[in-house]
Every structure is written in C-alpha cells, then in structure tokens.
C-alpha cells in the first residue's frame, strides 16, 4: 500500500480543534489500523486503553525538543497525559517544555541522551522518582549519521554513528524503562522508524519518496530498527506490552533540511495512534498512515 502525503499548510489549530483531531486519529485507528494484524499478532479480549486508564498516563519521548518529536509530545499532551520531554542539549529542552505547559500540557524535562549508559540510567531514575512507572515509551531520537550515504562511498564511521543511535540507543533507552512499563496497566513502546527501511519498497521501487535516496547507514538503520522491533515483540509476547515501529512520512525537519512534504503534527499522527492502542491491539507490526508497511 503506498503512503499517502500531505499538504503543507504549517498552520497550528486551536487547542480545542487539536484535541478534537486527536480524538479523530483514535477513531480511525480503530476502523484502519485494526485490521492489520501484520506483527507477532495482537491480544484477545482486551478492554480500550484510554478508557481502561483510571490514573493519569505516564509517556516518554525521546528527541522531543523538536520536529516530529515536539508534535508528538503535543499530541499525547493533548488527551491528556504527562509527557517527558527527552532531550539532550538543556536549552532547547526546556524551551520545549516552556512551551508545551503554556499550550496546556503536563510537560516534564527529561535529560536523555540515547547514546550514553549514564544519561539514560538517569532518565529512568527521574521517572522512577516523579511517576513510579511508565506508560508509554516513544523512541523518536534519530540521526541521518553524516553524508556521503552511497555503499561505495560511505565511511564506516557514518554507519555506526546511525546504528549506535538509531538502534543501539533505541534498545538502551527501551531496557531502561522496561522495569517502569512492566508496572504500567497497558505499557506501549513506539519505535519511530521510517518506509526507507522496508526492504520490499527498496527494493521493487523508483519512487524516492518512499525509498529515498541511495544510503548505506540510514536506510539500513531503520531495517535494522524494525527487526529489533520484532524480536523484543516476540520475547514480550507473554506480556501486557505492545510494541511497535511507526513511519511518520516524509516531513519537513532538520534532519532532511527541510524537504519534506508533510508537516511534523502529520508524521506524529502515526505514534499517537500506536500509543494509543487499545489491549488486543497489534505487537510487532510496521506501520504508517495507510496501513501496514511492507517488510
């Protein structure tokens, strides 16, 4: 199924229309996302997650001090939720937060970087400390990891600055807060991966928008991040945790200089509803607005 793209009216809803869209995207999760049971499967005989949550729900973003991961932080802010603010440079964090709380959201900081032991210990200590759990878990931080991307010419260096954040950081930050999801009613992880990782569209199509360009580190990364994104789904079966890969799109950021089609409030979309997921929702399933992305 191709990915559908946006618009790029950059314009900010009002509050009320926010919360409004919000609850649109948990209606069409529903009657989309539902039927395609594409991972490990999903949970027999749950009760909706929102509904079922008698406290206040607990998230974590990682990378959330901007782009798609600001969005997404407003997104779950916006039903609601107490959204930690992962980041790593102080300034721009807590700017995020400044500016999340006077839209309204229970913002918190949360020092993180996603490829340092010591800082991510911290991070589950500073939940631990003002939560006692976590909820939700969105791995969002990611890095391109340098230029030139092409296999015959690319630095090794290049892949392991990718991998080592766009995966290894993803499976440090996921282990940390394991023991304070496993304390959670209904814990979700949402790994923000990208349709460059689909090894069926690299390979049947032409179409950059839904390949990208020609790249030796990020591309793979996100391949990478989806099998580990099965694996923890297999060896957490047995649990109450669905976990997740979402692809938000080709939205404008930073990270691609700004050439996306689609707005970061578009791309989030995709992490709410899969944070979102009711209990016999899907576990180990690759997603995007259109349905199931293929492997």
């Known amino acids: 199924m191709p990915p559908r793209y946006g618009g790029t009216d950059r314009r900010r809803a009002p509050e009320g229309r926010r919360r409004d869209r919000a609850a649109d995207d948990l209606a069409r999760y529903r009657s989309g996302?539902?039927?395609?049971?594409?991972?490990?499967?999903?949970?027999?005989?749950?009760?909706?997650?929102?509904?079922g949550m008698s406290e206040q729900t607990i998230a974590l973003v990682t990378g959330a001090n901007k782009g798609i991961g600001y969005e997404i932080a407003v997104g779950l802010g916006a039903l609601g939720w107490s959204v930690g603010v992962g980041a790593r440079e102080e300034e721009r964090r807590e700017a995020a937060v400044e500016k999340l709380r006077a839209a309204g959201v229970?913002?918190?900081g949360v020092p993180l970087d996603v490829t340092d032991d010591a800082s991510v210990a911290a991070a589950a200590g500073l939940i631990e400390e003002r939560a006692g759990r976590l909820d939700v878990l969105v791995n969002n931080a990611g890095v391109t990891g340098g230029m030139p991307q092409e296999p015959t010419r690319v630095d090794p260096a290049t892949v392991r600055t990718a991998v080592e954040t766009n995966v290894i950081g993803?499976?440090?930050v996921t282990?940390?807060?394991?023991?304070?999801?496993?304390r959670s009613a209904a814990p979700r992880i949402v790994n923000m991966s990208s349709s460059v990782g689909s090894l069926a569209r690299q390979s049947t199509s032409t179409d950059e928008l839904g390949t990208g360009p020609i790249s030796a580190a990020y591309a793979p990364s996100k391949t990478f991040l989806n099998a580990v994104t099965v694996q923890y789904a297999r060896e957490l079966r047995d649990t109450n945790i669905l976990i997740n890969a979402g692809c938000p799109?080709?939205?404008a950021t930073d990270l691609n200089g700004f050439r996306g089609v689609r707005t970061p409030e578009q791309g989030a979309a995709i992490a709410i509803r899969l944070a979102t997921l009711p209990d016999d929702g899907p576990t180990g399933g690759f997603f995007e607005d259109a349905g199931v992305v293929p492997w």
């Open 175 to 182: 282990n940390a807060m394991l023991p304070l999801l496993r």
């Open 249 to 251: 799109g080709f939205c």
């Open 106 to 108: 229970d913002a918190f």
């Open 33 to 51: 996302i539902a039927a395609y049971l594409n991972g490990v499967g999903g949970r027999a005989g749950g009760a909706d997650r929102i509904e």
């Open 170 to 172: 993803v499976i440090r």
